[in-house]
């Protein structure tokens, strides 16, 4: 299983980004997937997720309202449209992907089975 991230960059406070995670080697329609992040000398943290398809979205409270979660089965591609960024928004973000992921434990990065390797959004005027 692999997952790719991209898209990331330096947006000035108001823009907006979209990332992209590719992922080859699994059903895609099968699996839940998420998006993370991690800001220097923080833990990483939940963004968003995807259960499935045409499933429940969740949201991390700091970013609901501006970040949209979506997924294109045929791309095997699953999004994170970010909007209205601000600078605590700096981050790696990592998606991530697994098949078995509940509700309880959508937000916990040790549920998850699979990662991308990153890329790195940043906020700065």
């Known amino acids: 299983v692999q997952l790719q991230a991209s898209g990331g960059g330096l947006v000035q406070p108001g823009g907006s980004l979209r990332l992209s995670c590719t992922t080859s080697g699994l059903t895609f329609s099968n699996y839940a997937m998420a998006w993370f992040r991690q800001a220097p000398g923080k833990e990483r943290e939940f963004v968003a997720a995807?259960?499935?398809?045409?499933?429940?979205?969740y949201y991390a409270e700091s970013v609901k309202g501006r970040f949209t979660v979506s997924r294109d089965n045929a791309k095997n591609t699953v999004y994170l449209q970010m909007n209205g960024l601000k600078p605590e928004d700096t981050a790696v973000y990592y998606c991530?992907?697994?098949?078995?992921?509940?509700?309880?434990?959508?937000?916990?990065?040790?549920?998850?089975?699979?990662w991308g390797q990153g890329t790195l959004v940043t906020v700065s005027s």
């Open positions: 991530a992907a697994d098949r078995t992921i509940i509700t309880s434990t959508v937000s916990t990065v040790s549920a998850w089975a699979y």
């Open positions: 995807d259960r499935r398809s045409g499933g429940t979205t």
